[in-house]
């Protein structure tokens, strides 16, 4: 029953008759009593329907019948019903380009194993040993790089970056950074500040740090709406990289990278070996997935989606095997 406050407010008005109007302008199964109720079975289908009016005040009082008097003239049950006809129509037609749109915003799992052996191919730190160095990569490149069926190959992928100098870069621990126009990489930097003192900063933070005006954040500002990697040879590092608080912190800078348009994957590879017992390794990769996609690649065909969003945990493939 449709009920209304009169304008001094003292009392509500109850219009059966109105409410019964109301009512046979929304599509009923057969054998069920009209209401008001949004969620009602009567109704056709899933969707709740909702009707407004804004009347003159005599039409809610006493004895008016919507059905016999003026009211309404202009919207009959005809014109209610095509308009709900048309709504229904209009999401028919916008629900496949909204679920193309999703679609078209995720990094294909497949294509994104390639990539990532691509790296591997070109620009891995290997020392003179065979011992492989921590190193990291970021790229922003055109969407379709990162969908489904593309292979990357040194003749139609990051073809304005010259391997040599790239992995030349990275090893120059002095500086090792590389800044590209596709393309950013560094290795470790080696920061002395005395004879005794002395520290590594890691490839993550060179790459994301400042946040507001990291190599990252200049490579991200070339192109918008494309796609965006990131990927790590060792995991980010709970002590520094992964520390919220921290100086060499990258949380602000993956939230930053949270708000640019397109594809996004922040991909690691192996376990930092400091990290493998941690027993909240969980909660710290959740940090990285509440900003953007993370992704374990450990081979040219083996590639996990390590979720994490929300309440969602890691996935367990995406985190050291404690047993």
């Not at 100098?165 to 950074?177: F, P, R, S």
């Not at 996990?304 to 995406?318: L, S």
């Amino acid at each position: 029953m449709l009920m209304k406050r009169d304008i001094q407010g003292s009392r509500i008005i109850n219009s059966p008759s109105i409410t019964s109007h109301a009512s046979s302008l929304l599509p009923l199964k057969k054998s069920c009593t009209p209401s008001l109720n949004l969620q009602h079975p009567c109704y056709k289908g899933e969707e709740p329907y909702a009707v407004a009016i804004n009347v003159p005040k005599n039409q809610c009082q006493g004895n008016f019948d919507p059905l016999n008097e003026y009211f309404l003239p202009l919207k009959t049950n005809a014109t209610y019903k095509f308009t709900i006809f048309l709504s229904r129509l209009l999401l028919l037609f916008l629900l496949p380009d909204w679920t193309e749109s999703v679609e078209n915003n995720t990094v294909d799992v497949n294509t994104l194993a390639r990539i990532i052996n691509f790296f591997e191919k070109n620009y891995k730190r290997v020392d003179g040993d065979g011992h492989h160095r921590q190193y990291a990569v970021a790229i922003s490149v055109p969407k379709h790089q990162c969908q489904p069926n593309f292979s990357p190959s040194n003749n139609s992928f990051l073809t304005q970056e010259n391997a040599t100098n790239v992995k030349n870069a990275i090893a120059n621990e002095t500086n090792a950074l590389y800044q590209g126009a596709e393309l950013i990489a560094a290795g470790t930097r080696k920061v002395v500040i005395s004879k005794k003192q002395q520290h590594n900063m890691h490839s993550e933070s060179l790459l994301l740090n400042p946040a507001d005006n990291s190599p990252m954040t200049k490579l991200l500002n070339k192109t918008k709406g494309g796609c965006s990697v990131f990927y790590t040879f060792d995991s980010p590092c709970v002590n520094t990289c992964l520390n919220a608080t921290g100086n060499h912190s990258v949380i602000k800078a993956l939230e930053n990278w949270k708000k640019h348009a397109g594809i996004k994957a922040f991909v690691f590879k192996n376990f930092w070996k400091f990290d493998t017992h941690k027993k909240n390794l969980q909660n710290e990769f959740k940090q990285i997935a509440a900003h953007v996609p993370l992704f374990r690649c450990v081979s040219e065909t083996q590639c996990y989606a390590c979720k994490g969003e929300g309440n969602t945990p890691i996935n367990a493939q995406c985190l050291p095997n404690q047993n």
